[in-house]
């Protein structure tokens, strides 16, 4: 596609219930980036993918986060139990690795939990 | 630890003003530094990149300079428009691991 695009724009959910965030990242990038920016702070730095491996999972915050990537495009990230610490939104980033590194981001999933 | 640090945390000038940014960080071992804008509600859009061999980058009215000696980038916005108000964020990635450093972002008005 012509850009990042995550969906959905924005979710609402109960305390409790699972949700899957999903990404879909520019048409040949190879790596694939996942942030939280939480109200009134900066950028937190969640999960990289190079192709469909995941070597660095170290910024997942716990293990109700997961997250994969099929065929080296389409990635979700799964929040399960869902908690009030967990409302943020959610971006999604992409680079083609051999290039400059420049990273293209999504606008963004902004989830809620109530 | 990379640190990045970035003032003023909130900056408001009239409209025509040519401006500056600053972003800090406490390693000079860096790969790159980017800057970004975020727009509320929106994504953030990368507006420049330098390499750790570079000096500066330019993008129209916009200018980014790097100085790893010091710690130091600024960005420099000429001719300020009111479309130019937004969250300007920069980053540092370290060796090329992925894992960017951002800074608490400069919230930029530009008033009319």
């Known amino acids: 596609g012509a850009g990042v695009s995550q969906s959905p724009s924005n979710k609402v959910t109960e305390k409790g219930k699972d949700v899957e965030l999903r990404c879909d990242p520019i048409s040949g990038h190879t790596a694939l980036y996942w942030y939280r920016q939480s109200l009134g702070q900066g950028l937190e730095f969640l999960i990289y993918f190079q192709g469909n491996s995941a070597p660095d999972k170290s910024g997942l915050p716990s293990d109700r986060f997961s997250a994969e990537r099929t065929g080296g495009s389409v990635s979700t990230l799964t929040i399960q139990r869902t908690q009030q610490e967990d409302s943020a939104v959610y971006l999604c980033?992409?680079?083609?690795?051999?290039?400059?590194?420049?990273?293209?981001f999504g606008e963004g999933s902004r989830l809620t939990v109530l | 630890k990379q640190e990045v640090t970035q003032i003023p945390a909130a900056l408001s000038v009239p409209e025509g003003e040519n401006l500056v940014l600053n972003c800090s960080f406490t390693d000079s071992a860096i790969y790159n530094l980017q800057w970004f804008r975020q727009d509320p509600g929106k994504g953030l859009t990368s507006l420049l990149l330098i390499q750790s061999s570079q000096r500066e980058q330019t993008s129209g009215r916009l200018n980014a300079s790097l100085d790893k000696s010091s710690g130091r980038s600024t960005l420099y916005i000429a001719a300020s428009q009111p479309g130019d108000s937004a969250t300007y964020l920069c980053?540092?990635?370290?060796?090329?691991?992925?894992?960017?450093?951002w800074g608490a972002g400069t919230k930029l008005i530009i008033k009319p």
């Open positions: 980033a992409s680079s083609s690795l051999g290039d400059t590194g420049e990273l293209f």
């Open positions: 980053a540092v990635e370290k060796d090329s691991n992925y894992q960017l450093i």
